[in-house]
Nanobody, 114 residues
Framework: QVQLVESGGGLVQAGGSLRLSCAAS????????MGWYRQAPGKQRDLVAA???????DYADSVKGRFSISRDNAKNTVYLQMNSLKPEDTAVYYC????????WGQGTQVTVSS
């Protein structure tokens, strides 16, 4: 079992940057898959970026070249660096960890104004 707490969301103008953090309640060293998802109002929750234990990453096409996911096993934290933000990036961003079951954080709001 693992609890996840996201932080770093907020209001930013288009073209700006934010860095989201996901702090886990236990060591993430052994967690093979961690990721960030987002959900805009009236839409489904979609994968934004994922990272494996070995450091392999995967990104949604819409964020490739703008977002970067990383993990710091020593701090039990996963990050999402978001650059060149667009209004369509506005959503609640959720951290996810797969440890047998899929665990979710409470989400953090990201709002990008035009």
């Amino acid at each position: 079992q693992v609890q996840l707490v996201e932080s770093g969301g907020g209001l930013v103008q288009a073209g700006g940057s934010l860095r989201l953090s996901c702090a886990a309640s236990r060591s993430i060293f052994g967690i093979n898959s961690m990721g960030w998802y987002r959900q805009a109002p009236g839409k489904q929750r979609d994968l934004v970026a994922a990272i494996t234990r070995g450091g392999s990453t995967d990104y949604a096409d819409s964020v490739k070249g703008r977002f970067s996911i990383s993990r710091d096993n020593a701090k039990n934290t996963v990050y999402l660096q978001m650059n060149s933000l667009k209004p369509e990036d506005t959503a609640v961003y959720y951290c996810n960890a797969v440890v047998g079951h899929s665990y979710w954080g409470q989400g953090t709001q990201v709002t990008v104004s035009s």
